[in-house]
């Protein structure tokens, strides 16, 4: 079973960045998909964004387009989603997830969860 580990989560005011990070300990990511994905209390899970094993794919859900950015680097392990000019409307816990179909399809276009690895989940309040 992967297992992923989030970081970077917090209280931050809005208009405030932030910067999560994916990491799994003893495997590789390089043959995953990596999505970040939130919930807000009463709302579904949604995909915020998400990157191709390669790198070469991206996605970003239409409300994070232009303010967020996701990146992986193969050395460190490590995928990690820079949110810029959070508002309030963001507050949700953040989840990391892995699928090893390798392209983003499936996981956050299509919302196929049937081979993810999910993170434990990290808060993220947008607050003054």
């Known amino acids: 079973q992967l297992q992923l580990v989030e970081s970077g989560g917090g209280l931050v005011q809005p208009g405030g960045s932030l910067r999560l990070s994916c990491t799994a300990s003893?495997?590789?990511?390089?043959?995953?998909?990596i999505g970040w994905f939130r919930q807000a209390p009463g709302k579904e899970r949604e995909a915020v964004s998400c990157?191709?094993?390669?790198?070469?794919?991206?996605y970003y859900t239409d409300s994070m387009k232009g303010r967020t950015v996701i990146s992986r680097d193969s050395a460190k392990n490590t995928v990690w989603l820079q949110m810029n000019s959070l508002e309030p409307e963001d507050t949700a816990v953040y989840y990391c997830?892995?699928?090893?179909?390798?392209?983003?399809?499936?996981?956050?276009?299509?919302?196929?969860?049937?081979?993810?690895?999910w993170g434990q989940g990290l808060q993220v309040t947008v607050s003054s």
């Open positions: 997830a892995a699928d090893p179909r390798t392209t983003i399809q499936a996981m956050c276009v299509s919302g196929d969860y049937r081979y993810i690895s």
């Open positions: 990157i191709s094993s390669s790198g070469s794919t991206t």
């Open positions: 003893g495997v590789t990511l390089d043959f995953y998909a």
